[in-house]
C-alpha cells in the first residue's frame, strides 16, 4: 500500500500529470458514447456545404454574419472529413485546450493558490450549464474561438511575468486575439477584462494607483488594435456590405441610446437574471427533482461514474505538484476579494454580447449555447464564494466533489440522449433511402413534425440533399424536407391543398416548389416503420397524431416524386452513418417500394426472405404490401393469414383491411381468383354493408 501511495504520489508531481488527468475527466464526461454519436443540428450546414466543390459555398452562406468564421472549416474539413468520431474529439480537444489556457492565465495571476486554480479548470470543464458538447461540427468554431482566447490571456500574463519572453509571447497573443474576434463574436466582451487582469497582475501595495494604470495601459495597448478592427468590421463594414440584413443586431443597446433609462434597467435585470442563472442554477438543474429516476440503469450509472470522475478530479486538484509555490500566510483574504472581484467583471463582460442582442441564457436544447462566454466567470465566482465561506480543506473539496459527480451525471445522461436520438435519426434515413430511392428536383418531404431530437427542419433538409443531391452547385436546393406542423399556413406551405407555391429560404439559399410535389411522409419509431403516405394506409391506426392534415396531399401524383429504382439509388454514406442492420423495416420499405411499382414477384420474394430470418412487423399496417401482392399472386390463404395477423397486431386496422378486400372484390380480375377467400374475409372481419347483409 505504501508503495502504491509513492507511485501515486510521484505521479502527480509531474508538471504534465493535471492536464492528462483534465483530459481524463473530459472523456469520461462527454464521449463515453463517442462511437454512437452522430451529427446534430447546425452541423448539418457543414456536412451540406461540404459535398459541393471548394470554400466557395461557405463562404457565401457564411458571409452576411461570420464570413472569417470559414477558415476554421477549410483547416478541419480536409483532415476529418465527415467521421462523427473525429470530429467530437477534435472539439473536446480544443475545448481542453480553451481550459488549460484558462488555467494557464490564472496559475499567473494567482501562483501561490494553484489549488483554488486547479478547482476552476476542473469545474469549467464539466460546467453542467452548457449541454451540447456533442453538436461536435458546429461548435468545434466556438472552441478554436475559446482555445485562441483563454491562450490569448495565459500569453499576455506570461509575457508580464517573464519580460525576456514577451517579444515572442505578445505578438503571438495579439494574433490569437485578432483571429478569435475576428472569427465570431461570442467572446469580445471578455476581451474587456484584459486591462482587470493586467491591475491584479502588476499592482504593488506601495505603489501610486496612477503608476500601475499606466502600466496596465501599456501592457493592454496592443490589445486595443484587435478590438478596434473588430469593432471596424462588425459595425462599419458589416452595414455596408449587407444594409439589408440584420444579424445578431445590438437591440439593447439601441434601446438605451434611444430610451437611456428604461434600456438601462433591461440591461440591468438580464445581467442580474442570467448571473443568477449561470452561477447557482447551472449546477442545481443537474439534480432537479424530475431527473432522479432510481429505476433507470441509466442514472444510477451516471451517478456511479460521475463519483468515480469526481475523485479523479479531486486527486488531480488537490495533489501538489513539482515547483509549486506554497502559499505564504494571510494571502487568503486577498485571494477572495481578487476571485469575486474577477469572477463578477467576468460574468457581467461575458454576457454583453448576449445582453445586447437582448437575448438571455436559456437552459434547453439550444439557447444555452449562451452560457459559454459566461461560464468562465461563474467558475472563478464560484471558487471565490467557497473561499470566503470556508477555510476547510475537506469541506471545499466535499463540496466541489458533489457539484462534479451531479454535473458529470448530468453530462453522461444528456450524452446518452444524443446517442439514443442519433439512432433514431439514422434510422429515419436508412428507411427513407430503401423506400425512396430517387427524388425528383422540386420535391419535399412533407413530415407531420419532427421525429427526433438534437435537430431542426432545416437540418433535416440538409441531411436530405446530403443524400439524394449530389454534387450541385447552384444555391437553389434540389429537394427539401419541410415539417408541416410548423409551417403550415406560412409562405413555406401555405396550405394543404394542390398547386400552392412553396418557398423555404435560408441565408443564401432557397428552394422553391409546388404542394403537387409534396411526398408526405411519416414516421414514429416506437410504433413502427417509416411509411410513405400512400392512399392505401389512410384507414390504419396513425404513427403520429398530426398526421390527419397530409392526407390532402397524397395521391397518384405525389407518389410520382419518387424514382424507380435504379443504379443512381441514394445510398447512405458510411463515413457518417456507419453500417446499418437489415431488420424488418428494410423488407417492409423494399416491399412497400416493389408494391408502388406492381412488382409483386419481388415483394413476394421479400416476404419470405423476411420471414426465413425470423423477422415480422411490430405494427399490423406494414403486412399491407404483402397482403396485396399475395392477392394478386393468388396467394389466397397467405393474404388471409396476413390479414388476421395484422387485426391481431394492431387495435383498429379493421377499416383498413374491409377497404383493402372490398378493392379486391371491385378487382374483377382478381375477384374471379378469389371469390372465396375475398367473401370469408369480409365476413371474418365484419365488412359487409348493410345491403349486402340484408339482401
Known amino acids: 500500500m505504501n508503495k502504491l501511495r509513492t507511485l501515486l504520489s510521484a505521479i502527480s508531481r509531474h508538471t504534465w500529470f493535471y492536464p492528462l488527468a483534465l483530459l481524463t475527466v473530459m472523456l469520461l464526461t462527454y464521449q463515453l458514447f463517442i462511437a454512437q454519436l452522430g451529427f446534430y443540428w447546425d452541423d448539418w450546414q457543414v456536412v451540406f456545404l461540404a459535398g459541393q466543390d471548394g470554400m466557395q459555398p461557405f463562404w457565401r452562406y457564411f458571409a452576411y454574419d461570420r464570413p472569417f468564421s470559414i477558415w476554421t472549416y477549410a483547416v478541419t474539413l480536409p483532415l476529418f472529413g465527415l467521421r462523427p468520431a473525429l470530429w467530437q474529439l477534435f472539439t473536446l480537444l480544443t475545448r481542453w485546450l480553451s481550459v488549460l489556457g484558462f488555467v494557464w492565465t490564472l496559475n499567473g495571476i494567482w501562483s501561490t493558490r494553484r489549488r483554488e486554480v486547479r478547482w476552476m479548470g476542473v469545474l469549467l470543464a464539466v460546467y453542467p450549464g452548457f449541454s451540447q458538447q456533442w453538436v461536435s461540427v458546429a461548435y468545434s468554431q466556438h472552441f478554436i474561438t475559446y482555445a485562441l482566447f483563454t491562450l490569448s490571456l495565459a ?133 432537479l427533482p424530475e431527473t432522479i429516476d432510481l429505476s433507470a440503469a441509466t442514472t444510477v450509472v451516471s451517478w456511479c ?40 467583471a ?29 461560464m468562465f466567470g461563474a467558475v472563478i465566482l464560484l471558487v471565490g464564494m467557497v473561499e470566503w465561506f470556508s477555510q476547510k480543506e475537506r469541506a471545499k473539496a466535499a463540496l466541489y466533489g458533489i457539484l462534479i459527480t451531479f454535473a458529470v451525471a448530468s453530462h453522461i445522461r444528456t450524452a446518452d440522449q444524443y446517442r439514443r436520438h442519433w439512432e433514431i435519426a439514422t434510422s429515419y434515413y436508412q428507411q427513407l ?48 424536407w419541410i415539417s408541416g406542423g410548423r409551417y403550415a399556413g406560412s409562405t413555406v406551405l401555405p396550405d394543404y391543398r394542390e398547386g400552392l407555391p412553396v418557398k423555404y429560404t435560408l441565408r ?76 424488418w423495416c428494410y423488407y417492409f420499405e423494399k416491399a412497400d417500394l416493389a408494391r408502388q411499382f406492381g412488382q409483386w414477384e419481388e415483394v413476394a420474394a421479400l416476404g ?8 415480422a412487423p411490430a405494427n399490423g399496417a406494414e403486412w399491407l404490401p404483402f397482403i396485396i401482392a399475395d392477392a394478386h399472386l393468388g396467394s389466397w390463404d397467405s393474404a388471409v393469414t396476413r390479414s388476421h395477423a395484422a387485426d391481431q397486431l394492431t387495435k383498429g386496422m379493421r377499416p383498413a383491411l374491409c377497404a383493402l378486400w ?33 339482401p
Open 155 to 287: 500569453l499576455m500574463v506570461w509575457a508580464v511575468r517573464q519580460p525576456r519572453r514577451a517579444a515572442v509571447y505578445l505578438p503571438v497573443a495579439v494574433l490569437f486575439s485578432t483571429l478569435q474576434l475576428l472569427t465570431m463574436e461570442y467572446f469580445v466582451g471578455l476581451e474587456l477584462l484584459r486591462p482587470l487582469l493586467l491591475w491584479l497582475l502588476l499592482r504593488r501595495e506601495q505603489e501610486a494607483p496612477g503608476k500601475t494604470l499606466l502600466r496596465v495601459l501599456r501592457w493592454w495597448s496592443p490589445f486595443l488594435l484587435p478590438l478596434l478592427i473588430f469593432f471596424l468590421y462588425r459595425f462599419v463594414l458589416t452595414d455596408r456590405l449587407f444594409p439589408l440584413i440584420e444579424v445578431n443586431d445590438p437591440v439593447l443597446l439601441q434601446r438605451i441610446a434611444n430610451s437611456p433609462k428604461s434600456g438601462t434597467l433591461d440591461l440591468l435585470e438580464l445581467a442580474l437574471r442570467d448571473s443568477l442563472n449561470v452561477s447557482v442554477f447551472g449546477w442545481l438543474q443537474t439534480v
Open 305 to 344: 461514474l460521475g463519483g468515480l470522475v469526481a475523485l479523479l478530479a479531486l486527486w488531480a486538484a488537490s495533489a501538489p505538484q513539482t515547483g509549486e509555490d506554497p502559499s505564504p500566510p494571510n494571502t487568503g483574504d486577498r485571494f477572495t476579494r481578487q476571485a469575486l472581484l474577477l469572477g463578477s
Open 346 to 374: 467576468a460574468l457581467l463582460l461575458g454576457g454583453l454580447p448576449v445582453w445586447s442582442t437582448d437575448r438571455a441564457v436559456v437552459f434547453n436544447n439550444w439557447a444555452d449555447r449562451f452560457s459559454l462566454a459566461l
Open 433 to 480: 433511402v430503401w423506400r425512396v430511392p430517387g427524388l425528383r428536383q422540386g420535391a419535399f418531404i412533407l413530415a407531420p413534425e419532427l421525429s427526433f431530437s438534437y435537430a431542426s427542419d432545416y437540418a433535416i433538409g440538409f441531411a436530405i440533399n446530403h443524400i439524394y443531391s449530389e454534387n450541385y452547385q447552384t444555391e437553389r436546393t434540389p429537394v427539401w
Open 508 to 583: 443564401n439559399l432557397d428552394f422553391e416548389s409546388s404542394t403537387s410535389q409534396a411526398l408526405p411522409v411519416t414516421f414514429n419509431h416506437a410504433r413502427g416503420c417509416l411509411r410513405v403516405m400512400d392512399p392505401i394506409y389512410q384507414l390504419v391506426p396513425r404513427l403520429s397524431d398530426f398526421d390527419d392534415d397530409l392526407w390532402g396531399l397524397t395521391g397518384a401524383n405525389h407518389m410520382d416524386q419518387i424514382l424507380p429504382p435504379g443504379e443512381q439509388d441514394a445510398v447512405l454514406p458510411r463515413e457518417i452513418y456507419g453500417k446499418q442492420p437489415i431488420d
Open 608 to 615: 419470405s426472405e423476411a420471414a426465413e430470418n425470423g423477422y
Open 662 to 694: 372490398n378493392d379486391f372484390s371491385d378487382d374483377g380480375e382478381i375477384a374471379r381468383s378469389g371469390e372465396p377467400f375475398i367473401r370469408q374475409a369480409l365476413d371474418e372481419f365484419s365488412c359487409f354493408t348493410v345491403d349486402e347483409t340484408n
